[in-house]
């Protein structure tokens, strides 16, 4: 099973991370690590940091000539935007940000505990979700993430996959419609006139999916609750949905379940997917299908009401440099969060120190549901 571990300030020198558990033999493409970090660093409503960075990283360890080796493989990106000792300390926490709860709780200033609990450190998880997609690769598992919605500008359309893969190239806001695109930075850009922020809600996708991943028999082992678990994880994620979601709560039963074929070509399969490919906790075979809705950012132009820790008087919040609408890049980094869930739970199931030992007991596993 997979693991890792990441280390870094928002402004510090350095971000790292050490992911362990990847089998050895996987062909590692750089390129597609750093197009994801761009990708993540886009999208309309981005602050200056973006401007400020550009994301490369450098993998220092469990790689050799190209490929894994089985050994922890280690991720180190540079910042360039390295001034955290110059930053003034903080004393006026922000409503919705970690500032007051983890000044607190350590007992600390309130610079500590944004520098880490910033959405800077999604950058190693971006890159590790990267070389993730890479292992799903090799099993003919494809990750596709976009925005759904900003505020009112919602995406009403349901599209399929390769869809997704195809329109959204050149979208501002990873959005698969020219049209409700227009209305997202329109919102987005009302949001800007007002010194205010906006969330909105993205759509993760995966297909070629096997059915079996994950388990009913222990709660920590149930995939749904895996991966709901690590996007709540992710800066401003409030809400988590798979499938039909929370309209469960006004579908009858007849509606809102898949019902179950079978074809000697295809084997057991659903015409529906209002589950979002997860049954019991396990695959049911069709794609996985999970949407995340993000809050508005917490730091404001228009500064909400706080109290100064030192003074405990009534203040404006602090602010510091931010973003207006972060969804876009949401989006990216629930692939990311996604695609090391599945990851992970794919070589909980096949094991192997090798990739062709996974391979082997993969495809085992395809020829015994064959046979079933």
């Not at 610079?111 to 971006?126: D, F, H, K």
Request: hydrophobic share 35%.
């Amino acid at each position: 099973m997979l693991q890792y571990l990441s280390c870094g300030e928002s402004h510090g020198k350095y971000l790292s991370a050490i992911l362990e558990g990847m089998p050895s033999g996987l062909k590692v493409d750089e390129s597609l690590i750093h197009r994801d970090l761009a990708r993540r660093q886009q999208g309309f409503g981005r602050g200056g940091r973006q401007k400020i960075e550009k994301d490369k990283i450098e993998i220092t360890g469990g790689v050799y000539h190209g490929k894994t080796t089985g050994a922890p493989i280690g991720f180190l990106l540079q910042n360039t935007d390295f001034k955290i000792n110059e930053l003034p300390q903080l004393f006026r926490p922000r409503p919705g940000h970690a500032d007051l709860a983890g000044a607190l709780k350590y007992h600390e200033g309130i610079r500590e505990i944004l520098e880490r609990a910033s959405a800077r450190e999604t950058a190693m998880r971006t890159a590790i979700g990267a070389m993730c997609k890479l292992f799903l690769l090799e099993f003919g598992i494809e990750v596709a993430g976009h925005v759904i919605q900003i505020g009112g500008a919602k995406l009403e359309e349901e599209v399929a996959f390769d869809q997704i893969l195809k329109r959204r190239e050149g979208s501002e806001v990873n959005c698969i419609s020219k049209e409700v695109e227009k209305h997202m930075i329109a919102e987005i850009q009302k949001a800007m006139k007002n010194k205010d922020t906006i969330g909105g809600k993205y759509e993760i996708r995966l297909r070629g999916i096997p059915i079996g991943l994950g388990s009913h028999v222990h709660y920590k082992r149930k995939l749904d609750g895996r991966i709901a678990q690590a996007l709540m994880s992710m800066q401003s994620v409030k809400a988590i949905e798979f499938g039909l979601g929370v309209l469960e709560a006004e579908t009858p039963g007849s509606e809102a379940h898949d019902e179950i074929f079978y074809d000697v070509k295809k084997g057991y399969y659903h015409k529906t997917n209002r589950a979002g490919g997860i049954t019991g906790g396990m695959t049911n075979g069709a794609e996985i299908l999970v949407k995340a809705t993000m809050k508005p950012i917490s730091t404001l132009r228009r500064e909400l009401r706080s109290v100064n820790m030192q003074t405990k008087k009534e203040e404006k919040a602090d602010f510091e440099r931010s973003d207006v609408c972060a969804v876009p890049a949401g989006s990216v980094i629930g692939e990311a969060i996604v695609a090391y869930e599945v990851a992970d739970a794919m070589l909980e199931k096949f094991g192997g120190d090798s990739l062709l030992e996974t391979k082997r007991n993969y495809d085992g596993y395809l020829k015994q549901l064959e046979r079933s």
